[in-house]
């Protein structure tokens, strides 16, 4: 968006050089409005025509035509920030913003049919309803100025001596004139009232609607958002920021790990406690006992994780007779097709042995009788099976615990939020950190935004006093003489005198400072409108950017009229100034001769 200034060169084009004065009042007027905070600030400095404010305004002559520039540049900043869906609004802006340029260029033509368009207009966009925030904000900045331009043409009116009120009368009903404006200004602050109170009415609903879907995000916005509003240094500030990111997702990653840890012995245990239970099941069996091989080709994935995760003689000794079952010798071929045989001879009466005892009897009696290496590797696997469960059982209590310390540290003791973590899929934490990322990245750009917004206004203000010591001696030293010797100096260059000179030079300096100050501007309102648009940022740290940097002073602030200091020092002063523009603001730049600049000035050179 264009600052003012630019607007007014781009609107006023070459008269701009010539109407300097105006558009410095305009600087005045934004400046003002900066620093005020109420509607009874503008009642107060525009009481009368003997406030400082109102004096102030015509310190270079353009009160009038400078209220005017403003108002217009205000409407069109509204008609840039609108969306296209408010048409009847940007058309009556349009209107007034062409009417304004009207009044400006000739402010006798059609005076009574302006007035009375201005005021209808005016009385349609008080009366527009909308329940959009971004465009309440909007139109109560445009009405305030509203507010201030009719509180500040009923004081100019005020002030007017009686034969020029009657001078008036006789082109226009100067009288219905202060009854409009009267009545407009009453509306404009019962408008303006009302829009204040929709917007604190909308703000305690969204306070209420984010508290009441508290997310997981929102609770870690906000440790940051506290520990960046600390009370510190910005360097500790964001250091402990930084620290704070990082140790969060360590934390996350960590938890997310024991997690998939936990699920994965959970897996395990329901495995190889199913592989327990078919080998009892077998074992329990009168008829149909499964072979080993058979029991492993139906439990296969649970005889896979144990080998896995299992060491140790135990396994080694069953992986031996487990490969003697899959390839076995001559001998065992043989000794193993003779119990098969036996066993299956015997199979009738085995069937009667188990349906006639115990479970527990027949356990001992297989004790005191030689087993068969099938017997002996169902055995050996139901041994290391189940040592391997205990193991299982015992590394889930421990990664429980782990988790509980990783949730207790991420909740700093909150137990809604220890309650949100503890139910949050690993997907939502995984996406918390992704957003945590996006986060440190926000802050960055924010620490990179602010830290070159600081350091060129630490330029600026300090070249406030170099400002109005230019702008001084212009108004002290630049009469007829000067104009004189300039257009001689058209013709032959020796006319041209050595305060004629000083005096291009000033300007032309002057004129690199305001640039710097346009530039400034634009960089805070694009920084401003980065900042404001960033999602990862709370609007606690959003108020902050724009509460420190959201306000820029003209280099018109506080100007106060002065003798002119000389030509010799005032030539040093613009060397030295010119020098630090060039030389990248390097302290190196600065003649030790000059003492013209405050100390302020120094101070801030050094600091570069």
Same mark, same amino acid.
């Given at each position: ?9 781009? #609107?006023?084009?070459?008269e ?33 025509? *003997?406030?400082? &404010? ?23 900043e ?6 296209d ?69 009923k ?7 009686? #034969? ?34 929709t ?27 506290a ?5 510190e ?10 620290r ?99 066993? #299956? ?19 001992f009696?297989?004790k ?13 696997? *139901? ?12 590394q ?12 207790? &540290? ?43 917004l ?12 170099? &400002?109005?010591?230019?702008?001084d001696?212009i ?27 000083v ?29 404001q648009?960033?999602? &990862? ?18 280099l ?14 005032l ?27 405050s ?10």
């Amino acid at each position: 968006m264009l600052t003012k200034r630019e607007r007014f060169e781009q #609107w006023r084009g070459t008269e701009a050089r010539n109407e300097q004065g105006i558009i410095d009042t305009v600087a005045i007027i934004e400046d003002y409005f900066t620093s005020i905070d109420s509607l009874s600030s503008i009642k107060r400095d525009l009481a009368d025509h *003997k406030t400082d &404010h109102f004096l102030k305004l015509n310190v270079y002559g353009g009160r009038s035509f400078g209220a005017v520039a403003f108002c217009r540049f205000v409407i069109e900043e509204s008609i840039e920030l609108l969306p296209d869906t408010a048409s009847d609004e940007i058309h009556l802006l349009k209107e007034l913003r062409t009417i304004l340029g009207e009044l400006y260029d000739n402010p006798r033509k059609n005076v009574v049919n302006n007035a009375n368009i201005l005021i209808g207009h005016i009385q349609k966009l008080l009366a527009i309803k909308t329940e959009d925030m971004t465009q309440l904000k909007q139109f109560r900045s445009l009405f305030v100025c509203f507010f201030y331009t009719l509180k500040l043409l009923k004081t100019g009116i005020d002030n007017l001596s009686d #034969w020029k009120k009657i001078a008036i009368n006789a082109f226009i009903d100067l009288d219905k004139i202060i009854l409009d404006v009267k009545g407009l200004t009453e509306l404009a602050e019962e408008k303006i009232r009302q829009i204040e109170r929709t917007l604190e009415q909308l703000d305690i609903e969204e306070a209420k609607t984010r508290a009441g879907k508290k997310s997981l995000q929102d609770y870690f916005n906000e440790r940051f958002a506290a520990l960046f509003m600390a009370d510190e240094r910005e360097v500790k500030k964001f250091l402990n920021l930084h620290r704070c990111l990082d140790e969060l997702s360590d934390r996350i990653n960590s938890l997310i790990a024991a997690r998939d840890v936990r699920q994965e012995i959970s897996e395990n245990i329901t495995k190889i406690q199913s592989l327990l239970n078919a080998l009892l099941k077998n074992e329990q069996r009168v008829t149909g006992r499964q072979y080993f091989l058979e029991l492993m080709n139906h439990s296969m994935d649970a005889f896979t994780v144990l080998m896995k995760h299992t060491n140790g003689i135990k396994k080694k000794q069953l992986v031996e007779k487990v490969n003697q079952l899959n390839d076995p010798g001559i001998l065992q071929n043989i000794s193993s097709k003779l119990l098969y045989g036996v066993s #299956w001879v015997t199979s009738f009466l085995a069937v009667g042995y188990r349906l006639v005892t115990s479970n527990s009897f027949q356990d001992f009696i297989a004790k005191k009788i030689p087993s068969t290496l099938d017997a002996q590797c169902k055995s050996e696997l *139901k041994l290391l099976a189940t040592e391997y469960l205990a193991d299982l059982k015992r590394q889930s209590i421990e990664v429980q615990n782990h988790i509980m310390v990783h949730e207790e &540290h991420l909740s700093r003791g909150d137990a809604n939020l220890k309650k949100l973590i503890a139910h949050a899929s690993n997907e939502t934490l995984t996406q918390v950190l992704t957003a945590n990322h996006t986060v440190a990245e926000a802050f960055g750009e924010y620490r990179r935004i602010s830290f070159s917004l600081t350091q060129k206004h630490c330029f600026l203000t300090s070249l406030k006093e170099t &400002h109005n010591l230019l702008c001084d001696f212009i108004q002290q030293h630049d009469g007829w003489m000067v104009k004189l010797s300039n257009f001689l100096a058209q013709f032959l260059t020796i006319f041209k005198s050595e305060t004629a000179v000083v005096i291009d030079r000033a300007r032309a300096l002057k004129q690199k400072l305001v640039n710097f100050e346009t530039e400034y501007r634009k960089e805070v309102h694009n920084g401003v409108i980065a900042i404001q648009n960033n999602p &990862h940022l709370t609007k606690t740290v959003k108020d902050k950017f724009i509460n420190e940097f959201g306000t820029v002073k003209s280099l018109e602030s506080f100007r106060v009229i002065r003798p002119a200091i000389s030509k010799e020092d005032l030539d040093h002063l613009i060397d030295n100034t010119t020098l630090f523009f060039n030389s990248g603001r390097k302290q190196g730049a600065l003649d030790k001769r000059v003492r013209v600049e405050s100390i302020t000035v120094t101070g801030a050179v050094l600091s570069f």
